[in-house]
């Protein structure tokens, strides 16, 4: 609380959360309002900008995130006041946001970016490992140090690039899908990039131009297993360079893939003995696994009754938007997805209050090539967009959605190969009615589009295609390409020629 004298301190704007979207949020409005303070609420000492920013086409985008010490960012703007607490309370009644250190701050606007916490199969089991930010894959370091066998549960981004980084260790990898990799790809895009997951011999990554701090003193105190309830800023793309993810064997790469499955039930080693079950040693190609003679500090059970002992047990299975702070006393409308629903000026249900980045779900009717997706361009684009909107609205104007919006688009890398997403790339909301248009050249490139009605509407392109900017224009165009049929992926024709 303000001492008695003393009233809270007041802002025109205050931003929660010190991700991309609150950072991005933050630096917009302070450059388009110099003359106000910005406050900026952040639980973590550090905080996660954008570098090395390039657009790469009209929705494309790359940049890359780096940890920086919040006074960085108060040397770059000098209006924006870091205040580093968590957030306990919020009466949006009031306009007043509480902190955990029991302070109290009167905002006239405000963006909630608290962003979004790993969703754990199990909670507060010490032998399961939730990764989502650099604590938690630090804490993730540590223990593969001393890992013989580990079991990776989840199939999406963070899930896919861990058991591809791994070696040394083996690894059990339950996924609910048939094929790995399900929300960037298909079963086909999944094909192509097996080949990387069990050759022997590895490419030197390319150089990751990152600097990383680390906070203060973190080094030397052990960190307790059960931090990785905290909410940290998630990981960036290239989160395991410099990370020395290897375990105890001496082989470089072993994994083994348990499809259409999920995690039934987890017990510790004493459990364990009193079910009286078999648990199996890891499967060799030529025949099944036989029962297991070793004793392993933990036990996963499958739902296809398989049983394997582990080290440890990794939760890679996406993420719950982190509301719970918000939600008391306050009228907000949530998603089914457990976000804070917007619309399209980033506006809650709750007057004055604004959210973006993971902790928002996007209730606008959106465009019929985007969809949300928890990623770090959104969380950018929905930042840097918020602060816009803020700013129209306290300026009595008026504001277009942003373009960034009329198609997705997302550039990341997988097993060093350079992939981009765009549209409805996997057909989503489309049910049966499309077609899709492959070519794939083993080992180098991987290309499939989306048809609907004779039209693009969705693409994948794994390796160095340069075909990401014509395919970009054919989507928000829609022209109508049936006229081409089969040639529109011929590698002997130049299809840039025809769409300029």
């Known amino acids: 609380m303000a001492g008695a004298g003393g009233a809270a301190p007041r802002s025109r704007f205050a931003v929660v959360g010190g991700g991309i979207a609150g950072v991005t949020c933050a630096e917009k409005l302070a450059m388009e309002f110099p003359s106000e303070d910005i406050f900026l609420m952040t639980a973590s000492p550090v905080i996660k900008a954008v570098t090395n920013f390039k657009q790469v086409s009209k929705t494309l985008e790359e940049f890359d995130v780096e940890e920086q010490p919040s006074s960085i960012l108060e040397k770059r703007y000098p209006n924006i006041k870091v205040i580093q607490s968590g957030v306990k309370q919020l009466k949006s009644d009031e306009h007043k946001i509480f902190t955990e250190d029991g ?4 905002y006239e606007k405000l963006c909630l970016c608290a962003g979004a916490k790993p969703k754990l199969i199990f909670e507060g089991n010490p032998y399961v490992l939730g990764i989502r930010d650099t604590d938690s894959a630090q804490a993730f370091q540590k223990n593969l140090a001393q890992a013989e066998r580990i079991v990776v549960v989840g199939n999406g981004g963070i899930a896919l690039e ?12 339950a996924i609910k899908d048939k094929a790995i990799g399900n929300t960037f ?31 203060e003193g973190s080094q030397e105190k052990e960190r307790p297993t059960a931090a990785s309830d905290k909410p940290g800023s998630a990981l ?3 989160w395991h360079e410099g990370l020395h993810l290897k375990g105890t064997k001496e082989f470089s790469h072993k994994v083994h893939i348990e499809i259409l499955c999920e995690v039934k039930n987890i017990h510790l080693q004493q459990e364990f003995i009193q079910l009286q079950r078999t648990s199996l040693t890891f499967p060799k190609e030529e025949k099944n696994a036989e029962p297991d003679q070793v004793l392993w500090p933990v036990y996963v059970e499958l739902t296809n009754g398989k049983i394997y002992g582990c080290n440890f047990i990794v939760s890679a299975t996406g993420v719950v938007p982190n509301v719970k702070p918000f939600l008391d006393g306050n009228n907000f409308a949530v998603g089914d997805d457990g976000g804070l629903t917007v619309d399209e000026h980033m506006h809650t249900s709750v007057p004055d209050v604004y959210a973006a980045g993971d902790i928002c779900t996007a209730a606008w009717e959106p465009s019929p090539v985007w969809h949300q997706m928890r990623l770090w361009t959104q969380a950018r684009q929905m ?8 700013a129209a609205d306290t300026l009595g104007e008026s504001i277009d ?17 350079k992939v981009v997403v765009l549209g409805k790339y996997n057909a989503q909301g489309l049910g049966s009615d499309h077609e899709l248009m492959l070519r ?36 928000l165009n829609q022209m109508d390409l049936s006229a081409y049929g089969e040639d529109l992926l011929n590698p002997d024709i130049d299809i840039e020629d025809y769409f300029d």
């Not at 930042?383 to 803020?390: H, L």
């Not at 009329?406 to 060093?416: G, I, M, P, Q, R």
């Not at 994948?460 to 395919?471: K, M, Q, S």
């Open 185 to 215: 790809f298909d079963a086909g895009a999944a094909e192509f990039l097996i080949p990387k997951l069990t050759a022997e011999k590895r490419e030197t990554p390319i150089e990751c131009k990152r600097t990383k701090y680390t906070v």
């Open 440 to 475: 794939c050249t083993k080992g180098q490139e991987y290309v499939k589009v989306v048809m609907h009605n004779g039209r693009m509407v969705g693409a994948v392109l794994i390796g160095d295609t340069d075909l990401e900017e014509t395919f970009e224009n054919l989507i």
């Open 162 to 173: 861990l058991v591809y980084e791994i070696q040394g260790c083996e690894v059990i990898w």
């Open 401 to 417: 959605m942003d373009f960034s919006f009329e198609l997705f688009a997302h550039v990341t890398k997988f097993f060093n190969y």
């Open 383 to 390: 930042g840097w967009y918020a602060a816009k909107c803020m």
């Open 103 to 106: 302070k109290e701050y009167v």
């Open 236 to 238: 960036g793309p290239d």
